[in-house]
C-alpha cells in the first residue's frame, strides 16, 4: 500500500474486545464484551481512523460453529457498539484450522494485506492491537504497528513477546491501547489533528 493512505487501526476480536473462552466463542450467547470496550471504539472512530477487526476463527473448520453464525456475532458486535457511538468499519475473520497452511491465518498477514486493499489504508502509518504473538507477527510483517494488550492471552504471552520485541508495546487493555495511539501516534501530526 502506498504512503498517504488511510490510517487504520486492527483489532484482534477474541480476548480485545471480547471474551476469550477455550472452546471458541460460538453463539451470541457466548459472546460476552470485556469492560470498558466501548469508550476507546468511540474515540478511534472520532478521530477519523479506520477500524478493522481481524480474526481467527479455526472453529468453523474445525466444524464447532457455522460460517452463519460467526457472521451473525460479528454483524451484532458490530451493531452494538455502533449503538453505543463507536464503529467497526469491517471484520475479516480466518476460517482455516493451523494445519491448512492459509494465507489468512494471523500470523499470516493476509488479512491485514486484503483489508488494507479494500479500504486503502497505508500499513506503514497503521496498528494493530492483540492479544497473541501471532497478531504481532502478523502486524510486523506488513509493517505495521502492533500493541500487546495484556486481556485475553495478552497476559501469559507478555514473557515471550519481551523476549523476541522488547520494542513493542504492552498495556493492559484495549482502552490504553487506544490512549497509547491517540498519544503517540504520527498519524495525528500528519493530518493535521
Keep these: 500500500m502506498p504512503d498517504g493512505g488511510r490510517v487504520g487501526v486492527f483489532l484482534d476480536r477474541d480476548g480485545v474486545i471480547n471474551e476469550n473462552r477455550p472452546d471458541h466463542v460460538k453463539s451470541w450467547d457466548e459472546f460476552v464484551f470485556l469492560a470498558g470496550?466501548?469508550?476507546?471504539l468511540r474515540l478511534l472512530a472520532g478521530n477519523g481512523l479506520q477500524v478493522i477487526?481481524?480474526?481467527?476463527?479455526a472453529a468453523i473448520n474445525r466444524g464447532l460453529v457455522a460460517v452463519e453464525t460467526v457472521e451473525e456475532i460479528n454483524r451484532r458486535m458490530?451493531?452494538?457498539?455502533?449503538?453505543r457511538g463507536g464503529r467497526i468499519d469491517a471484520v475479516y475473520y480466518c476460517p482455516h484450522r493451523?494445519?491448512?497452511n492459509c494465507a489468512c491465518r494471523k500470523p499470516r498477514p493476509g488479512l491485514l494485506l486484503r483489508a488494507a486493499q479494500e479500504w486503502g489504508?497505508?500499513?506503514?502509518?497503521?496498528?494493530?492491537i492483540g492479544d497473541a504473538l501471532s497478531d504481532v507477527e502478523a502486524a510486523l510483517a506488513v509493517g505495521c504497528r502492533p500493541i500487546l494488550v495484556r486481556t485475553g492471552r495478552g497476559r501469559e504471552q507478555e514473557r515471550l513477546l519481551r523476549e523476541?520485541?522488547?520494542?513493542?508495546?504492552?498495556?493492559?487493555?484495549?482502552?490504553?491501547?487506544?490512549?497509547?495511539?491517540?498519544?503517540n501516534g504520527k498519524?495525528?501530526?500528519?493530518?493535521g489533528t
Design 78 to 83: 458490530v451493531a452494538e457498539v455502533t449503538q
Design 53 to 57: 477487526v481481524t480474526s481467527n476463527q
Design 37 to 40: 470496550v466501548f469508550e476507546p
Design 187 to 191: 498519524w495525528r501530526k500528519e493530518n
Design 98 to 100: 493451523p494445519e491448512e
Design 164 to 183: 523476541r520485541w522488547p520494542y513493542v508495546p504492552v498495556v493492559e487493555d484495549l482502552g490504553e491501547a487506544v490512549a497509547w495511539i491517540l498519544e
Design 121 to 128: 489504508i497505508d500499513l506503514a502509518a497503521s496498528y494493530l
